[in-house]
């Protein structure tokens, strides 16, 4: 049912948003050197590794690092990768993930391949079983300020009280939280 409802919300979504999406990948273009998309290896299902697109935030060359781990994240942002993350739009490309079944709409957001951290609390409570998601239990409740520990406790809290109707209510408050620009820190 799950893969049906992501399916079925994801071409909706791509079809509604496919102008959007167009406008956002020729400013990327125009105010910044490199490609559009940047294709990041993300950790899925599993602990398999998949290619994760997402519009071009950062300089082309930025270390390939959380950000929050950047001394100085703002010195790598393009003209208009503040704006990018802060209205969430640089995550559309990932509805690319969700059709080819990659992700999920709801499901922990996907680690950087690099954070074997955060990846092995997550195999420890058993959360790498689920497809990573666009959104999650974790974005509603505190996104980029919350620490790992705190995050796969959220991650776990999700595996257990997952259904569609948890799933649409995750869907609601991501709306909610995105439009207030709640949660993020760059």
């Known amino acids: 049912m799950k893969r049906f409802f992501d399916l079925l919300l994801g071409l909706?979504?791509?079809?509604?948003?496919?102008l959007p999406i167009l406008i956002v990948a020729v400013l990327v273009r125009l105010t910044s050197r490199g490609p559009a998309l940047y294709w990041s290896d993300r950790v899925g299902k599993g602990n398999a590794i998949f290619r994760?697109?997402?519009?071009?935030?950062?300089?082309?060359?930025?270390?390939t690092v959380a950000t929050h781990l950047l001394q100085n994240p703002e010195a790598y942002l393009t003209p208009i990768g503040s704006f990018l993350r802060r209205s969430s739009l640089d995550e559309l490309p990932q509805l690319w993930s969700i059709l080819v079944g990659d992700m999920s709409?709801?499901?922990?957001?996907?680690?950087?391949?690099?954070?074997?951290?955060?990846?092995?609390?997550?195999?420890?409570?058993?959360?790498?079983r689920l497809l990573p998601g666009l959104t999650g239990w974790a974005q509603v409740n505190g996104r980029d300020e919350l620490p790992i520990p705190e995050k796969v406790r959220l991650d776990v809290e999700y595996l257990q009280r997952a259904s569609l109707t948890f799933d649409i209510h995750i869907l609601w408050l991501t709306a909610v939280k995105v439009l207030r620009r709640e949660g993020v820190s760059h």
């Open 105 to 128: 709409f709801v499901g922990p957001r996907p680690a950087l391949f690099n954070q074997q951290d955060l990846v092995a609390l997550r195999t420890e409570y058993g959360v790498h």
């Open 52 to 63: 994760m697109p997402k519009f071009r935030s950062m300089r082309v060359g930025a270390p």
């Open 12 to 18: 909706c979504t791509a079809t509604v948003l496919a």
